[in-house]
Structure formats: structure tokens, C-alpha cells
């Protein structure tokens, strides 16, 4: 935390989405973006700072969060059919090049509720992409190792051309987490887009 602090960010979570970034090409300058699960803030102020010109940062939590230049936020939870509403709203009918989630469910010690709701969640954050995102778009979601993770793997494998697991350095080594980075989304027909 102190070193994500130092570099003017507020948590070190952004130093994983830094990673990724470097690594896969991921935040372009044009690029459209919106954060599910944003608060506290750290992946909306790294995405902010990578785009220009066209580039859009949307923020979506149902914790408030602190200003941030450069990115506009809504309050509200992203399954909420009239919260995604707003959110398409924000990019004005263009959609979008890239859905972020670093989002967890809220645990409850109970393995098998645990693992239902985090392939909810998961659900959840792929039907989105299916309404948001342009073809060729990509997402980068949090996962944890077991119980679902190949079921959901596949899930996104039907939608994307590419799909890769990753574990960045940033992850604490004992950390059950890992990240689904899922690029070339597939565009059906029936749901148009540019």
C-alpha cells in the first residue's frame, strides 16, 4: 500500500493491472473502459493515466469513491439492469474496448455458496460483455483457483478468441486469485455493434 501511495495511487492492486498491461498491450489511448467493482479506485486512476484523445474511463461501484481526473463514476451495482443502462449512457451508443473487474463476491466461509456466487458474479460480468463490448473488445476479471474456474474459463472461451490465465507478480504467493484476460470478443450478429 505505502508504495502504491508514493506513486500516487490508492491501492496496490494497480501495480497487477500495471503487469497485465505492459505485458498484453491492454489500455490503448482511445481506448473505452469501464471498471466494475471500481472502489477504491487505483484501476480507474492507472486506466486514466493511459488514455487520451477519444479514451473514456467509467467507474462503477456501490461504494462511493473520491474524485478521480479523468474518470466519471456511478454509484450503483453494475447487475442492476438500470445501473448498466446508465452506463452505455455514458459512452454515448459507442461500445466499449475493454471491461475491467477486480471485484469479489462477499464471502461467507461456506466453500459451496462461496464458489456459486463468485460464478454469479462472473455470469454476471460476461452477460455485460456480451451487451458492452465492440467486437475485438477484451475484459480482465479476478477468478480463484478451483471449484468453478474451468467452467468459467469456458464460458469465455466461447465468446473470445483468446484466453489467457494469469498470475502477475504482484499476487501475494499464498493468494488463491488469479486473472482471466479474455481478448477478441466475438460480436453475435443479432447484437450488431461497430
Known sequence: MREARSKGFRARSVFKLDEVDRKYSLIP?????????????????????????????????????????????????????????????????????????????????????????????????????RDALRSGGSVLTKLFKGGSMVDIRAQYVRDFRRVHMIKPAAFRSESREVYLLACGYELAPERGGD
Open 29 to 129: 489511448p482511445s481506448c473505452r473502459i469501464v471498471d466494475l467493482g471500481a472502489a477504491p479506485g487505483s484501476w480507474c486512476e492507472y486506466a486514466a493515466s493511459r488514455i487520451s484523445g477519444d479514451g473514456r474511463v467509467v467507474g462503477v461501484d456501490m461504494l462511493e469513491m473520491k474524485p478521480i481526473a479523468g474518470v466519471e463514476t456511478i454509484l450503483g451495482d453494475f447487475t442492476d439492469p438500470g445501473v448498466q443502462k446508465r452506463i452505455l449512457e455514458r459512452f454515448e451508443g459507442q461500445r466499449l474496448d475493454l471491461v475491467l473487474s477486480d471485484m469479489s463476491p462477499n464471502i461467507t466461509g461456506i466453500r459451496i455458496i462461496d464458489q456459486a456466487k463468485a460464478e454469479q458474479l462472473q455470469m454476471s460480468i460476461l452477460e455485460f460483455c
